[in-house]
């Protein structure tokens, strides 16, 4: 849509106005002066003709003061209806502008629409990717052991097996397991609390050192002098 000059179209108004016609009765150019009626009826040639009258007479005159009123009564009517037709372009320009932000504000729609469908995917994956994380953690707890079974064996220093369902046992106040010595000095809550931590069913009345053979198994401590040792 093309912008609205203001300068453009009152130079295109002036124009129109010094070639036009104006609708002045013959009758207006009669005079007892002698001055002869303007050679057509464009506003220069009608103001010539004024001139012309006001060489001989004042500007009192009834001859001059009837050419002023037609040109006067003219000029308003040119200038309300000029003025009427800029309001009529300027009122199509509006519509056309509206016309054209209501299309970007649908194609705005339409681009939300299809990220508000790629946020929704999105959400989908994240929650694919959610449960299969769900599924990968409690591989880690037996990647972790088993990754410990052979440091133990090469005599290398074990490396942490965090719990599955909350936090610990690092940070926490429960005792480091890097032996079965370690599990025999645990209390009945403190294996609890391991063998909850690693999510491994088990029977809440067992006794103590049946606790203890539980998480012994579960952090792979399987050589034979970790199945001969015996719990209290």
Known sequence: MQPIN??????EAIERQTR????????????????????????????????ELQKKINLGNDDCYKVERALADVEVNNDYASFASAVIEINQNIRLMAQDLNRRLDRMDGRLDRMDGRLDRMEGRLDRMEVGLEKITPLM???RVSE????????LTQIPVPFIVGEGPQNTDLPIIESVKD????????V???????????DANAV??????ILRDT??????????FSFT
């Open 148 to 155: 410990n079974f052979r440091r133990r064996d090469s005599g």
């Open 183 to 190: 599990i025999e000095s645990l209390s009945k809550p403190q």
């Open 141 to 143: 707890l037996y990647v």
């Open 192 to 202: 609890k609390r391991y063998l909850t931590g690693y999510a491994v069913d088990h």
């Open 208 to 213: 103590r050192k049946e606790l203890k053979a």
């Open 20 to 51: 036009e016609e104006l609708g002045i009765p013959d009758e207006t150019f009669t005079n007892s002066l002698g001055v002869a009626a303007p050679v057509n009826k464009r506003r220069s040639s009608i103001i010539e003709y004024k001139h």
């Open 6 to 11: 203001f300068q453009t179209e009152a130079a």
């Open 219 to 228: 952090l792979g401590y399987s050589t034979a002098a970790d199945l001969r």
